[in-house]
């Protein structure tokens, strides 16, 4: 359950790959509800919401007790710090999402209408929609950082680092 000295515990290697697969489909749900033209998306956008609300915070509850494995030899101090910030804001970005999506929701009193299929508000007229898109942007590159220094170290560095991960050996 806990971490080993050179990889993640069983239970937050599955807590980082649930995320991982909620995370992308709130990014896909949502924008298919808005470029998409699909605002039935946002029937799937809820409930996963939340459930990645739940999910997060049991993340960070089990971070502070669970160790963490230490960062592969040789990782230069600005890696090291980059790596640390991206981390941080992969927990505190998806949770703005969540405060300022479930807060959009209730103001305009949305929630009946989206599951019954109704004609929506307009979410663009609420003042919120404009850090909930803001943070969507910034969680992509987040995304692209994170998932972009990942395969690096895998078949540039060849250090095997999604086996800390524990995917593959
Ligand atoms: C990590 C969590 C979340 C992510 C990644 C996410 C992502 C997105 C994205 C990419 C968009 C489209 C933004 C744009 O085109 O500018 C969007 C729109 C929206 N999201 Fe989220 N969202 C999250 C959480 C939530 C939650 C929890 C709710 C509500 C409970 C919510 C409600 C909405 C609404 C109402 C819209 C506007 C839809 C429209 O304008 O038709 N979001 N979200």
Redo the contacts with the bound molecule.
């Keep these: 359950m806990n971490a080993a000295t050179d990889r993640y515990g069983r239970l937050a290697a599955t807590f980082h790959w649930v995320a991982a697969a909620l995370?992308l489909l709130?990014?896909g749900s949502?924008?298919a509800?808005?470029?998409g033209g699909l605002?039935v998306a946002?029937q799937l956008?809820?409930p996963a919401?939340?459930a990645?609300l739940v999910l997060t915070v049991a993340r960070i509850v089990w971070a502070l007790r669970d160790r963490r494995p230490p960062l592969p030899a040789g990782t230069p101090p600005w890696q090291a710090m980059v790596a640390r910030t991206t981390h941080i804001l992969l927990y505190v970005v998806?949770l703005g999402?969540?405060v300022s999506?479930?807060g959009?929701?209730i103001i305009s009193d949305?929630a009946a209408a989206i599951f019954a299929g109704d004609r929506?508000p307009d979410?663009?007229a609420l003042l919120l929609?404009v850090p909930?898109?803001l943070g969507?942007r910034l969680?992509l590159a987040l995304l692209a950082l994170h998932i972009g220094a990942a395969l690096y170290h895998q078949w540039v560095l060849r250090d095997r680092l999604l086996a800390r991960m524990r995917l593959g050996a």
Excluded: E, K, N, S
């Design positions: 995370i709130m990014l949502g924008f509800a808005t470029w605002p946002l956008h809820l919401g939340i990645l998806p999402l969540v999506g479930m959009m929701v949305a929506l979410f663009d929609r909930h898109g969507a969680l």
